[in-house]
């Protein structure tokens, strides 16, 4: 599942046609969805969780610059697929919580959004004033800012309707058992981490870097449509 999820999205960051990085990229998530889901019933029907279905830890780099809002990003495909993330400031690193299907969706899918977003922001190109200064900074933080919060609902929507059909297709009530799960990984993150700052993030400054964000993310994220590939026999 893995593999066949990398190589969607391998496709969805090299084509340079929009529609298809939307199909390979919807591919991807249905198939991440939907193995999360399987997985937690499977847990659920064995009888609980065993040690090595207890929630996991990964660490992943949120490089500089920009790491406010590409840690944004990530918190955001971390929230829709069940996980928490952690940020390490000095360190530069984030810690991601959550069971292991959870997790290695996060990781590929945050890997490939946020090379989509770099370069999309790229090819939008610098920025200066009408007094030649350079504005460039402050349009690539509200690009990437707009494009992680546009990002968040529509993974939001995505999850929602792979939990939808699931539960159509298997005539269950599958939110019993994802809550038990969200449950599983906040409790760890009390265990691990039991004093947390929050932060939001910053002011905008920059309305086309913001609205030129919200677009790539329309254009890049996915469509809560497209079925789940069926197995082969």
């Known amino acids: 599942m893995l593999t066949r999820v990398r190589a969607l999205l391998a496709k969805a960051e090299s084509t340079e046609f929009e529609a298809e990085a939307e ?25 609980g969780r065993s040690g090595a ?10 490089d ?3 790491e406010v809002p590409k840690l944004m990003l990530l918190h955001v495909v971390a929230s829709a697929n069940r996980c928490r993330s952690i940020w390490h400031r000095e360190p530069g690193f984030a810690t991601v919580l959550g069971f292991t299907p ?3 969706a996060v990781e590929v899918l945050f890997t ?32 990437l800012t707009a494009y992680a919060q546009r990002i968040g609902e529509r993974l939001l929507d995505a999850t929602g309707e792979a939990v939808r059909r699931a539960s159509a297709e298997t005539g269950r009530d599958l939110l019993p058992v994802l809550a038990a799960r969200n449950q599983a990984v906040d409790d760890k ?24 964000g919200l677009v790539a993310a329309d254009q890049a994220v996915l469509d809560t449509r497209p079925k789940v590939p069926e197995k082969s026999s």
């Open 102 to 104: 959870d997790l290695r």
């Open 189 to 212: 993150v009390a265990r691990l981490f039991p004093t947390l700052d929050t932060f939001g993030p910053s002011a905008i400054g920059n309305r086309e870097g913001w609205i030129a």
């Open 23 to 47: 199909t390979f990229t919807a591919a991807a998530q249905s198939l991440m969805a939907r193995h999360s889901i399987d997985a937690a019933m499977l847990a659920e029907g064995s009888g």
């Open 112 to 143: 490939s959004l946020l090379v989509q977003a770099v370069t999309a922001m790229t090819r939008a190109g610098s920025r200066r004033d009408h007094s030649g200064r350079s504005r460039t900074r402050s349009f690539r933080q509200s690009f």
């Open 53 to 62: 279905e207890e929630p996991q830890v990964r660490r992943l780099s949120v």
């Open 64 to 66: 500089a610059p920009y």
